[in-house]
C-alpha cells in the first residue's frame, strides 16, 4: 500500500492540490517532489518540513497563504513523493543544503527573494544551507519552528527521566528504532501525541500528525535518525544573517523551548522569539494560526511587495508525481 494513502483527504488539515507540480534534482542526482501553490507573480514563501513529515505537513499554512503568495513547498529526500536515497552517504545535513538550494534554483527567479520557513530537520536544513551561494541570493528572513542546532537527544525529553548519559542511551534507541510503525491505532496516536504534541491538542489533529508520520519509510526514519543525533549546526545558526524569528512550544519533548531561546541569544539577525505556552514539537499543526501570522508578518516586513515579482520558473508542463504527499 502507498504511504500517500496515510493522508487525511477532508478539513483544514487536507493537503490542497497544487497549482504546479515538477521534480527538482539535486546535486547529487536525488530527486526532490515540489510544489507550488498560489498565484504567479505574488510573494514567494519556501516551506521545508521535518524528519518523519511531508509538504502535507503545511496543508493549513498552504491554504491560507496561497490566496495571495506564491507557496512552494518540497518533500525532504525519502519523504513523501521525494525518492530515498541508495546509500546512506545520501543523508547528511549537505544533502539537506542541496536539496534546499536546488528547489530555489528551480522555483525562483535569479535574485528573486522569499521568506523561508522550517520546521524541526526543516529548520536545521535552513542552517545548513546558510553559507550557500544559492540561500544568500533568495533567502530574505526565514522562520525557524521547533528546531535545534546540536545536543539534540541528550536535550530531548521523550524519555521521562532525568538528564544523563542512561536517558541519552534510551532516547537514543526509542528515536533511532529500526521498527516498523504499523497502521495508526488508539495506542500509536497516544504514543505519538505523548512524544510530540502538547496535552490539549484535539483528536482530529493528532490523527493527521499519525498518518503523516506513519507514512514515512521505516529505513528512511532510522537513517535520518543517525543524522540528527550526531547534528551539530552552531556554525550554521552563526551564519545566518538574515531577519529570523523563531516560534516554539513550551512543551516540546522533541526540541525542548531551550533550544529556541539558545537559537534566539545565537542569532545574528534574531527577530523575535515566541512562545506557545501548552504547544508541543508539531506547532505548525498544533498552533496554524501562529505560524502563519509570522509567515505574513515577515513576507510584509522584509520581501518587497511594492514592486512587481518575478514570474514562477516553474512552467505549467512540467510533471510531477500523482496524488498527495504524507
Request: overall charge neutral; glycine content about 8%; proline content about 8%.
Amino acid at each position: 500500500m502507498s504511504r500517500l494513502t496515510q493522508v487525511t483527504t477532508s478539513g483544514p488539515f487536507a493537503p490542497p492540490p497544487a497549482a504546479r507540480e515538477l521534480t527538482v534534482v539535486s546535486a547529487d542526482g536525488a530527486r526532490l517532489h515540489a510544489e507550488v501553490h498560489g498565484p504567479d507573480g505574488a510573494p514567494a514563501v519556501v516551506l521545508a518540513h521535518g524528519w518523519t513529515c511531508s509538504t502535507a505537513f503545511w496543508a493549513a499554512q498552504i491554504r491560507d497563504l496561497a490566496i495571495d503568495h506564491r507557496v512552494i513547498a518540497y518533500d525532504q529526500r525519502g519523504h513523501g513523493r521525494s525518492a530515498a536515497p541508495a546509500g546512506v552517504e545520501g543523508y547528511s545535513t549537505t544533502a539537506l543544503a542541496d536539496d534546499l538550494e536546488a528547489v530555489l534554483a528551480a522555483t525562483l527567479e535569479p535574485g528573486e527573494r522569499a521568506v523561508l520557513v522550517g520546521h524541526s530537520m526543516g529548520g536545521m536544513t535552513m542552517m545548513a544551507t546558510s553559507t550557500r551561494p544559492g540561500f544568500r541570493e533568495h533567502a530574505a528572513a526565514v522562520l525557524l519552528c521547533s528546531t535545534g542546532s546540536s545536543r539534540l537527544v541528550p536535550e530531548s525529553r521523550v524519555v521521562p527521566m532525568r538528564a544523563g548519559r542512561v536517558r541519552t542511551r534510551i532516547t537514543r534507541s526509542v528515536l533511532g528504532a529500526k521498527a516498523p510503525l504499523g497502521p495508526v491505532t488508539p495506542l500509536a496516536r497516544k504514543i505519538l501525541k505523548y512524544a510530540t504534541m502538547g496535552p490539549g491538542s484535539a483528536p482530529e489533529r493528532v490523527e493527521v500528525c499519525a498518518r503523516i508520520v506513519h507514512g514515512c519509510p521505516r529505513v528512511v526514519r532510522y537513517r535520518w535518525s543517525h543524522v540528527l543525533d550526531e547534528l551539530e549546526l552552531d556554525a550554521g545558526v552563526l551564519e545566518l544573517t538574515v531577519p529570523t524569528a523563531i516560534i516554539a512550544g513550551t512543551v516540546d519533548r522533541m526540541t525542548p523551548v531551550t533550544h529556541a531561546r539558545r537559537l534566539a541569544a545565537m542569532l545574528p539577525e534574531a527577530s523575535g522569539l515566541t512562545e506557545l505556552p501548552g504547544i508541543g514539537h508539531m506547532t505548525p499543526v498544533e498552533a496554524p494560526e501562529v505560524v502563519i501570522a509570522g509567515i505574513r508578518d515577515l513576507v510584509e516586513r522584509y520581501v518587497r511587495v511594492d514592486e512587481p515579482q518575478s514570474q514562477s520558473k516553474v512552467q505549467p508542463q512540467v510533471q510531477g508525481l500523482e496524488g498527495s504527499s504524507a
